[in-house]
């Protein structure tokens, strides 16, 4: 009798474990099956704005531009990585492997990573020509983008793309976000005044600029500006510095290809020289960073201390941050709500949440958004930033 009840008991806990892999079976095929085909992703007037990313990073960073890609990630959006020469092939490739087994990504295709990347000399004027090889690339790969966004490895969002987009929804799709002054100051001496050549226009090895021995005079037959390199610039200004017909664009980059730190410079000075662009521009770049004093030429590094005041900021961005900081992790539970290794969740993730599964594994209807509580805060930001632009009180002066 004892042989029978402990044969029942055995078969009573194969038939369980059985039926719980049944369901946990079912579990996973129903968390995380793609639809096979993705949805229609819809441009124009009548639809969200859709932002083209261009996010690039050095020797070593390709998992922090991954997490990054994965923060900025929506389906309806266009990204392009660039790793830095230095880095290694075999870098580049596990880049290309991590980007492609996204679900979503291997789905909507809209994430491209340089494959023949560019030389670039810190304060030489190859940073320039990096970004518009970047913007040209992607006004070639889509034509449905309408503001185009500079990130570094080193910086990450305050905001979820739904959030960026609903507010960016209200404004008009020529403003162009831009920290710029016509003052200036320590500059004119110390950046405009020196006349440097960038190897990395021309040398296959790395290298540092040069000075020449000579000066030259500040220009008068356009007027300098400068501020902050990072921007977000407006599609139509871009076509105009990569394919317009006005010269001006060419003849200020020939100008700045010798200047110190020219991607301080360039966009603000032909924005600010250009009469189509010059009522375009708001005075501020969207980032929260914080400067030591007097400021050094990069800002501090962010942490977990400096949450709340990112939060409390209104930025769209933050910078700058060490690799893998706790902070990260901080922005991802409370404003991202973002899983390790798993796209920052908006609308169109239509999968359920659970902690095997991520729920942008499957999707919905690309074209529609659900702001989050953070997105108030940022529309004050934006109309205080308008309402400057209106008054035309710190436009290109």
Known sequence: MGAEKKWLFTLFIAALL???????????????????FPPVVHHGAHYPPAFAYYISGGRGDGNRILRLLLAVYHPRNRYLLHLAVEASDEERRRLVAAVSAVPAIRAFENVDVVGKPDRLTYMGSSNVATTLHAAAILLRMDGGWNWFITLSAMDYPLLTQDDLSHVFSSISRDIN?????????????????????????????????FHATQKRQTPDAFKVFTGSPWVILSRSFLEFCVLGWDNLPRTLLMYFTNVVLSQEGYFHSAICNSPDFMNTTVNSDLRFMIWDNPPKMEPLFLSSSDFEQMVQSGAAFARQFQKDDPVLNMVDAKILRRGHNRAAPGAWCSGRRHWLMDPCSQWGDVNVLKPGPLAKKFEESITNLLDDLNSQKNQCK
């Open 177 to 209: 976000f831009i920290d710029h002054t016509g003052d200036l100051g320590w500059k004119e001496s110390q950046r405009f005044s020196p006349i440097v050549v960038d190897p990395a226009l021309y040398l296959a090895r790395r290298s540092q600029i």
């Open 18 to 36: 059985s039926l719980l892999l049944l369901l946990l079976l079912t579990s996973l095929s129903s968390f995380s099956s793609p639809k096979p």
